[in-house]
C-alpha cells in the first residue's frame, strides 16, 4: 500500500495536491476508511452516495472510490458529475447511509479532495468523525471477504431544481415582466451544468460567462471571494447593462453577487436581504451568521423579529450548529447560504432565486436594496503570518482587556463604536483578522494597531 500522507485531512475535507498527496490509492484508503466509519453506525448493508466535480484528475480518483467502497460489499448510488448541494440532495432526500464527492472545491487545478457526509448528508469534519475516518483510512487493512456491492446510476439534476424552486416559490409573473438580465460566471467549473437547465425555467436573459467545462480553469480560478476571478464578470455586467451578475465557486456551493452597477456586493449584505425575507414569512426564526460577519446582519435579525445566533466558521461547524439550534438559515461571509429545509446543507440557487424574486417584486435594484445595511466600515478577513498564534492571541486580549470578550472563534472583543475577531488558521501559520467600526477611519486605525502589535512581538 502507497503511504498516505496524514496532512491530507483537513479540518472541514481531504485536500491536496495530485497525484503527489491525493492519488488513486489514497482515494481506494479513503473510501474504505469511510465505509469501515459509516458501518459501525448502521448495521446491515449500507449505500453510499458518489459523484465528483470536473477537475482534469476527478475521474481518475473517482474510479478509486468506487472500487474501494465496492470491494467493502457496499452499495453506490453513483450520481456523477455534480455539484456539492446537488450531492447532499441525493444523500438526505433519498436516506442512503453516507456519501462522498471529489472535490478541491474552489482550489487551483492541481488539487484535489474529497468531502464526506453521513446520513441526512451531515457534513463529517474533524470534530464529528473526519479524526476517525483519517485512522481508519491509515490502518493496515484486511482484504474484505464481503461480496462485491452494486452500482446504481442516478441523475438528480431535475429533482434537484425541481426542489430549489418549491422551496423558493418565485412569482413566475412579475420575474416575467421584470425582463431581468443576469450574467451567470461559473468559471468552466461544475456548475456549468445548472445553467442550461435555469435558462429553460427562469423567465430571465441569461448570459453564461466561461461555460465549457474544463478542469483546468483557464479563465480564472473558480474562487469568486477573490475579486481578480470576477473582473470578467463585473466588466461583462457594465457592458451589457445587466441587473445582476452571479458567480459560483469550484463546486457551487458558494455563490457571490455583482450588482448592475459593476461592484462586487458583500456576500453579509445578501444575508441581511434573504434574513428579511424569511423572518417576513417564519416570524421568530432563529438565523445563524459567522462571527466574522458585519454586525449589522445581527441587528437586521433582530430588527425583523429574528433570533440572531453567532457561529464558528466552516461549514461542517455552522450546520452541526443549525441543527443543535433548529436555526431556519444561516449566511457566512464567505458565500455559503444554508437553509433548513435542504437537510442544512447550502443553497445557492434558492439565494439566486430568492434575489431575483426581491429584485422583481420591489422594482428595485440590488444596489438599492442593499444602501440600508451600508451601516458600518468592515476590513474584510486579513491573513496576518504568525509563527506562535497562541501568543499572539494572548497579547491581543491582554491590549483589550477593556472590551467584551468571547472565544467562540478565537479571540473577539466587542467595544462601543469597533470590534475585531483574531482566528487561527487550522493548517497555517496565519490569524485571521477582521476589524469592523462605525468610521472608516475608526476601522483602519485600530486595524493598524492591531497588525503593529502582531508584527511587533
Known amino acids: 500500500m502507497t503511504k498516505i500522507n496524514p496532512s491530507i485531512f483537513k479540518a472541514y475535507d481531504v485536500r491536496g495536491v495530485y497525484p503527489k498527496e491525493i492519488n488513486s490509492s489514497a482515494a481506494l484508503n479513503i473510501a474504505k476508511g469511510l465505509v469501515a466509519f459509516l458501518g459501525k453506525r448502521k448495521k446491515g448493508r449500507l449505500?453510499?452516495?458518489v459523484a465528483r466535480d470536473n477537475r482534469v484528475s476527478s475521474p481518475v480518483l473517482y474510479r478509486a472510490v468506487k472500487k474501494g467502497i465496492l470491494g467493502e460489499g457496499v452499495d453506490i448510488i453513483d450520481i456523477g458529475l455534480s455539484t456539492t448541494p446537488m450531492f447532499y440532495f441525493a444523500v438526505w432526500k433519498?436516506?442512503?447511509?453516507?456519501?462522498?464527492i471529489v472535490t478541491a472545491s474552489h482550489n487551483p487545478p492541481e488539487y484535489n479532495g474529497f468531502k464526506i457526509v453521513g446520513e441526512k448528508a451531515i457534513s463529517i469534519g474533524e470534530?464529528?468523525?473526519?479524526?476517525?475516518?483519517k485512522k481508519l483510512t491509515l490502518q493496515k487493512k484486511k482484504r474484505s471477504k464481503a461480496k462485491k456491492g452494486s452500482i446504481w446510476k442516478k441523475n438528480i439534476l431535475k429533482e434537484y431544481l425541481d426542489f430549489n424552486f418549491s422551496i423558493s416559490k418565485m412569482d413566475f409573473k412579475k420575474l416575467k415582466a421584470a425582463q431581468l438580465k443576469i450574467g451567470i460566471d461559473t468559471a468552466?467549473?461544475?456548475?456549468?451544468?445548472?445553467?442550461?437547465?435555469?435558462?429553460?425555467?427562469l423567465p430571465c436573459k441569461i448570459y453564461h460567462l466561461f461555460p465549457k467545462l474544463d478542469g483546468r480553469f483557464p479563465n480564472h480560478l473558480a474562487n469568486p471571494l477573490e475579486e481578480k476571478n470576477i473582473k470578467d464578470l463585473r466588466s461583462f455586467v457594465k457592458r451589457k447593462n445587466l441587473d445582476l451578475g452571479v458567480a459560483f465557486d469550484g463546486d457551487g456551493d458558494r455563490i457571490i453577487f455583482v450588482a448592475e452597477n459593476g461592484k462586487t456586493i458583500v456576500p453579509d449584505y445578501i444575508t441581511c436581504l434573504l434574513s428579511q425575507k424569511i423572518l417576513e414569512e417564519n416570524p421568530g426564526a432563529?438565523?445563524?451568521y459567522s462571527i466574522c460577519s458585519s454586525n449589522i446582519i445581527r441587528e437586521i435579525i433582530r430588527e425583523n423579529g429574528g433570533v440572531p445566533i453567532p457561529s464558528k466558521i466552516g461549514h461542517t461547524l455552522i450546520k452541526g450548529k443549525m441543527i443543535k439550534e433548529k436555526a431556519l438559515f444561516a449566511g457566512e461571509y464567505s458565500g455559503h447560504y444554508f437553509h433548513r429545509d435542504h437537510s442544512f446543507c447550502e443553497v445557492p440557487l434558492i439565494v439566486l432565486f430568492e434575489v431575483l424574486e426581491k429584485i422583481s417584486k420591489t422594482g428595485k435594484s440590488i444596489s438599492q436594496l442593499i444602501i440600508p445595511f451600508k451601516k458600518y466600515f468592515y476590513s474584510g478577513i486579513i491573513n496576518?503570518?504568525?509563527?506562535?498564534k497562541p501568543r499572539a492571541l494572548s497579547l491581543l486580549k491582554r491590549r483589550y482587556k477593556r472590551g467584551k470578550i468571547s472565544h467562540l472563534d478565537g479571540l473577539r472583543v466587542d467595544f462601543e463604536d469597533w470590534w475585531f475577531n483574531a482566528r487561527p488558521s487550522n493548517t497555517e501559520d496565519l490569524l485571521r483578522i477582521a476589524v469592523e467600526a462605525k468610521t472608516k477611519s475608526l476601522m483602519q486605525g485600530k486595524l493598524k494597531k492591531?497588525?503593529?502589535l502582531i508584527t511587533a512581538n
Open 127 to 133: 470534530e464529528n468523525g473526519l479524526e476517525e475516518i
Open 384 to 388: 496576518l503570518e504568525v509563527k506562535d
Open 47 to 49: 449505500k453510499i452516495v
Open 94 to 100: 433519498y436516506k442512503f447511509d453516507g456519501g462522498i
Open 188 to 201: 468552466n467549473a461544475v456548475s456549468g451544468i445548472l445553467v442550461k437547465e435555469l435558462k429553460k425555467r
Open 286 to 288: 432563529k438565523i445563524l
Open 450 to 452: 492591531i497588525k503593529k
